[in-house]
């Protein structure tokens, strides 16, 4: 094979797009029943923080008002009709437990069941879904009430009358701590204030300003400088419902005694249930035979090509090259700067020189 793509997600088949129109022959493994990636897997209500004008992948609009705010099922069904429009062929059911050298400059990929692959590039396109990152906090072992990731959460009817903690300050933390409120009692816990931005601006989605303005593109090292913190995004909903107390913010809490949170003043509190929604970090557990990995688990690489292999790239991490790397606006832009020298590697440039 001349490429090997790891994950058929909104990532993953960006990259086989942009690899078919550098002329070379992607094959997509997918550990999952479908070629989706984690979408089917996010909590119920989940609506994309971008409207639909601005939250499809490259060559295929996202169908219905382009205003709307896609649903989680509606992103679903998109990625399902992007995967069946590219014609390339997808393994699903097929997870991939390590990837090695093969000896002659390209790999040899195993999956977990099945035979060894050998492909002259990959791919890593498997998102953070699978890599939930909770932090680690005094007394959470002993914690007696019930801890979970957002990426385990589903519905707020599961939490009715309870008293829940959301940790992060993000936008998933606060999308999710509002729809809880209405059937519990919710604060906020985060490091800094939350930082509420107005989601229309000049009668026009944000994310028409970041498009327009150029505000995606802008590299994350530039980024690091300028924003201190996330930005949320709000229609209003969200400070109307922490300045009438349905919910409130407080400063992250120091750790746990038993079934209470130590908050930072001091106090004590009972709680029910404690929700993370603290993020994720890259799945790439299967390059590390390969020794593309740094110490922490994370990829030793320049804006999604390795440097440590030829021939390996990522798409899809966080901050990749932009803002928007790892939206499905913006994964495009990423997935078409790591197919050229991957096409040219994978295509045989090299032998050319006699290298």
Same mark, same amino acid.
């Given at each position: 094979?001349?490429t090997i793509?790891i994950g %058929?997600?909104?990532?993953?088949?960006?990259?086989?797009?942009?690899? !078919?129109q550098?002329?070379?022959?992607?094959?997509?493994?997918?550990a999952g029943?479908?070629?989706?990636?984690?979408?089917a897997?996010?909590?119920?209500?989940?609506t994309l923080?971008?409207?639909?004008?601005?939250?499809?992948?490259?060559g295929?609009?996202?169908p219905?008002d382009?205003?709307?705010?896609p649903?989680?099922?509606e992103? /679903?069904?998109?990625?399902?009709?992007?995967?069946d429009s590219?014609?390339?062929?997808?393994?699903?059911?097929?997870?991939?437990?390590?990837?090695?050298?093969?000896?002659a400059?390209?790999?040899?990929?195993h999956p977990?069941?099945?035979?060894?692959?050998?492909?002259?590039g990959?791919v890593?396109?498997?998102?953070?879904?699978g890599n939930?990152?909770?932090?680690?906090?005094?007394? =959470?072992?002993?914690?007696?009430? =019930?801890a979970?990731? /957002?990426?385990?959460?589903r519905?707020p009817k599961q939490?009715?009358?309870?008293?829940?903690?959301v940790v992060?300050?993000g936008?998933?933390? /606060? =999308?999710?701590?509002?729809e809880?409120a209405?059937v519990?009692t919710?604060?906020?816990?985060?490091r800094?204030? !939350?930082q509420?931005f107005?989601q229309v601006i000049g009668g026009?989605d %944000?994310?028409y300003?970041?498009?327009?303005?150029?505000?995606?593109?802008?590299p994350?090292?530039w980024l690091?400088?300028?924003?201190?913190?996330?930005? /949320?995004?709000?229609?209003?909903?969200y400070?109307a419902?922490?300045?009438?107390?349905?919910?409130d913010?407080?400063?992250?809490?120091?750790g746990?005694?038993?079934?209470q949170v130590?908050w930072?003043d001091?106090?004590?509190?009972?709680?029910?249930?404690?929700?993370? %929604?603290t993020?994720? !970090?890259?799945?790439?557990?299967?390059?590390?035979?390969?020794g %593309?990995?740094?110490?922490?688990?994370?990829?030793?690489?320049?804006g999604?090509?390795?440097?440590?292999?030829?021939?390996?790239?990522?798409?899809?991490?966080?901050? =990749?090259?932009?803002?928007a790397?790892?939206?499905?606006?913006?994964?495009?832009?990423?997935?078409?700067h790591?197919?050229?020298p991957?096409?040219?590697?994978?295509?045989?440039?090299?032998?050319a020189?006699? !290298?």
């Open positions: 094979m001349d793509v %058929a997600g909104q990532s993953g088949l960006a990259a086989a797009r942009a690899l !078919l550098r002329g070379l022959t992607p094959v997509i493994l997918e029943d479908e070629p989706t990636g984690s979408w897997s996010y909590y119920d209500s989940l923080f971008s409207p639909a004008a601005y939250s499809a992948l490259s295929q609009a996202f219905g382009p205003g709307h705010y649903t989680r099922d992103v /679903v069904a998109y990625l399902r009709r992007y995967a590219l014609g390339v062929e997808i393994r699903t059911g097929t997870r991939v437990s390590a990837v090695e050298p093969d000896g400059g390209g790999f040899l990929v977990a069941s099945g035979d060894t692959l050998r492909t002259r990959v890593a396109a498997t998102g953070s879904f939930p990152y909770t932090p680690a906090l005094p007394g =959470q072992d002993g914690f007696t009430g =019930q979970l990731h /957002v990426a385990g959460y519905d939490h009715a009358g309870q008293r829940v903690v992060g300050g936008n998933s933390a /606060v =999308q999710v701590a509002y809880l209405e519990a919710v604060t906020i816990a985060s800094r204030p !939350l509420l107005p026009k %944000a994310h300003w970041h498009t327009t303005t150029g505000f995606d593109a802008l994350p090292h690091a400088r300028i924003a201190t913190g996330t930005l /949320v995004l709000d229609t209003g909903d400070a419902s922490l300045s009438d107390g349905r919910m913010r407080r400063p992250m809490f120091s746990f005694e038993g079934h130590v930072a001091g106090s004590r509190e009972s709680v029910d249930v404690v929700i993370y %929604a993020g994720y !970090l890259p799945c790439l557990g299967y390059l590390a035979p390969l %593309a990995l740094d110490a922490h688990g994370l990829p030793l690489h320049a999604g090509i390795s440097i440590t292999h030829p021939g390996l790239a990522y798409v899809g991490l966080e901050f =990749q090259r932009s803002f790397s790892n939206t499905l606006r913006g994964v495009h832009r990423d997935a078409e790591i197919a050229a991957l096409a040219a590697y994978a295509g045989g440039a090299l032998a020189y006699g !290298l």
